[in-house]
T-cell receptor, first 113, second 113 residues
């Protein structure tokens, strides 16, 4: 089946720093990738839709200047959390799409101190 | 806006019993309904999905039913086993993989030996 990787798997950073998370589709090309955030004991909340070669589409309430998304190739999308604060601590999960379904990455756990 | 409601939020069953989780969606244009199983700290794993042109789909101990008129779909797990214990999410989207998934709030299933 399709494989999606994320890097890093976990990161701890100081408040005010920026963190970049990579999402890669390893064995297929994905024109569309999605970024989700999941707080403990909650559901996955869609943050944005990442389209290769164009600007990301952000969901209502998600600050595009704080969560920078770049989808530079058909196998890589990056999410940069700028000026991270403790309330940004969460589990960030990406997915890559095929015509049939979405394949999820393993997630990145971010802790902002 | 688009919304998926999921019930119950928690479900406790004895090993060997059946478990049923129900979801209702609001977007009448939705035509793809996947179910995911998520273990603690892991990525969501697709366990079964159904499209709007069928009313029921079965895969061994797991089955999903869809009632488009009522905008209602359900997950049925028979002969439950302790390893079925996890959080289950339903989701809905307008088509296959390229459109965003709207997730339900999740059901925490506990199967007791």
């Amino acid at each position: 089946g399709a494989v999606v990787s994320q890097h890093p798997s976990w990161v701890i950073c100081k408040s005010g720093t920026s963190v970049k998370i990579e999402c890669r589709s390893l064995d297929f090309q994905a024109t569309t990738m999605f970024w989700y955030r999941q707080f403990p004991k909650q559901s996955l909340m869609l943050m944005a839709t990442s389209n290769e070669g164009s600007k990301a589409t952000y969901e209502q309430g998600v600050e595009k200047d704080k969560f920078l998304i770049n989808h530079a190739s058909l196998t890589l999308s990056t999410l940069t959390v700028t000026s991270a604060h403790p309330e940004d601590s969460s589990f960030y999960i990406c997915s890559a799409t095929s015509p049939e379904t979405q394949y999820f990455g393993p997630g990145t756990r971010l802790l902002v101190l | 806006g688009e919304n998926v409601e999921q019930h119950p939020s928690t479900l406790s069953v004895q090993e060997g019993d059946s478990a049923v989780i129900k979801c209702t969606y609001s977007d009448s244009a939705s035509n793809y309904f996947p179910w995911y199983k998520q273990e603690l700290g892991k990525r969501p794993q697709l366990i079964i999905d159904i499209r709007s042109n069928v009313g029921e789909k079965k895969d061994q101990r797991i089955a999903v039913t869809l009632n488009k008129t009522a905008k209602h779909f359900s997950l049925h797990i028979t002969e439950t086993q302790p390893e079925d214990s996890a959080v289950y999410f339903c989701a809905a989207s307008r088509s296959g993989g390229y459109n965003k998934l709207i997730f339900g709030a999740g059901t925490r299933l506990a199967v007791h030996p």
